[in-house]
Every structure is written in C-alpha cells, then in structure tokens.
T-cell receptor
Framework: DTAVSQTPKYLVTQMGNDKSIKCEQN?????MYWYKQDSKKFLKIMFS???????INETVPNRFSPKSPDKAHLNLHINSLELGDSAVYFC?????????????FGPGTRLTVT | RKEVEQDPGPFNVPEGATVAFNCTYS??????FFWYRQDCRKEPKLLMS???SGNEDGRFTAQLNRASQYISLLIRDSKLSDSATYLC?????????????FGAGTRLAVHP
C-alpha cells in the first residue's frame, strides 16, 4: 500500500548512457514533482506536473525530460548522463497545485554515474 | 544569500532534552511553511505544516515569525528516535504553484 513509489531504487550506469526513472502514486493526487538531492544533501525541485500539464520547470539541462502519461504517473528520462547527475532523485505528489498543499515523497532513486 | 537557511548542526543532545531549530527565509512573500524529517538514506517525511498562529503536535511545536522571516521547531523530551535531519521548506510565492524551497537541513543526534 505504498503511497508514492519509484523504480528503480538504485541505478548505476556509465557516462553517456540514457536512463529512465518511474514514479507512481496511489494517493489520488493530481500534482507530481521531481526533486534532486545532491551529495551535499541539498534538495532542489526540478519539475512539477498538474493533471499531466507541466507547471514548474526549473533551470534543468534539457537532457532531463519529464513525462506524465496520467496524473498518477510521472517519469524522468535522462539523456547523455554526466558525472554531475549522480544524486538521489525523489518523486513527490500533492493534492492540488496550491502552495499550501503538503507534498509526500517517494523513497528515492539513487543514481550513480561512473 | 540562500532563499532558505538553516544551521546545519549537528545538535547533539541527551534524551529528554529540549532542542530548538530555526530556519530563515529571504522572500517576504513566502506563503506556506513546513518542517520535514529525513532519516539517513530515506525520503523526507512531512513532520508538520507551520501556521501563522503556531501549532503543536505532541512534543513538537512549530512557530512562524513573519516580521523576522523565520520559522522554528521545538522538540521537547527528545527521544533517541528523533535523531534525524530536519528540513524546513518554504513556498516562495503567494498563491502560486507549490514549489517547495528547502533548507540544507539541521542534523539532530539524540544520545542516551
């Protein structure tokens, strides 16, 4: 009965490869997010979708492309992986796009680029 | 200046102690405020939202000071299980999208 789930949990890959991370939530929320937590533990928003519409797109290299096939799913595809992409990527969801709505996080995907 | 700043700690306290964390934010138009708890190698988990009038949940009390632009978290009667990193998060836009800006976190270590 996991609320926000991500796959895979761990991802080790080489520079230059393309990889995808998947996220699903069963909370009935309509807004989903991708965050990146780097080696210094700093957690920063990357993207947000509301009902499949992209509403937040931070300054992220265009090698990162999010896709939301429906409001319960949000995927992140990364092209041409670089060493600096190594981080933990968290998916989150909230009921609504307003600032007062609480966000719930998935368990994270630990990406290591070698 | 970072948008959200926290003392990184660590705060090392004995069981039963009271400990307080502060978090300052730079955008005076910030609308919503939260405290999250993150255990090692785990996801952030919502601890509590912070309301203008202050709010309490058991041993945890959160306060908001808009004039000085800071939020605080007070933990009373600390337990070993409170050991974690505490992240404050702020939504910088009034009525805008739910874009959480996180502080770097404050580490708390509670010892016997």
């Amino acid at each position: 009965d996991t609320a926000v789930s991500q796959t895979p949990k761990y991802l080790v890959t080489q520079m230059g490869n393309d990889k995808s991370i998947k996220c699903e939530q069963n909370l009935g929320h309509d807004t989903m997010y991708w965050y990146k937590q780097d080696s210094k533990k700093f957690l920063k928003i990357m993207f947000s979708y509301n009902n499949k519409e992209l509403i937040i797109n931070e300054t992220v290299p265009n090698r990162f492309s999010p896709k939301s096939p429906d409001k319960a799913h949000l995927n992140l595809h990364i092209n041409s992986l670089e060493l600096g992409d190594s981080a933990v990527y968290f998916c989150a969801s909230s009921q609504g796009r307003r600032s007062s709505y609480e966000q719930y996080f998935g368990p994270g995907t630990r990406l290591t680029v070698t | 200046r970072k948008e959200v700043e926290q003392d990184p700690g660590p705060f090392n306290v004995p069981e039963g102690a009271t400990v307080a964390f502060n978090c300052t934010y730079s955008n005076s138009a910030s609308q919503s405020f939260f405290w999250y708890r993150q255990d090692c190698r785990k996801e952030p988990k919502l601890l509590m939202s912070v309301y203008s009038s202050g709010n309490e949940d058991g041993r945890f009390t959160a306060q908001l000071n808009r004039a000085s632009q800071y939020i605080s978290l007070l933990i009373r009667d600390s337990k070993l299980s409170d050991s974690a990193t505490y992240l404050c998060a702020v939504t910088p836009f009034s009525g805008g999208y739910n874009k959480l800006i996180f502080g770097a976190g404050t580490r708390l270590a509670v010892h016997p």
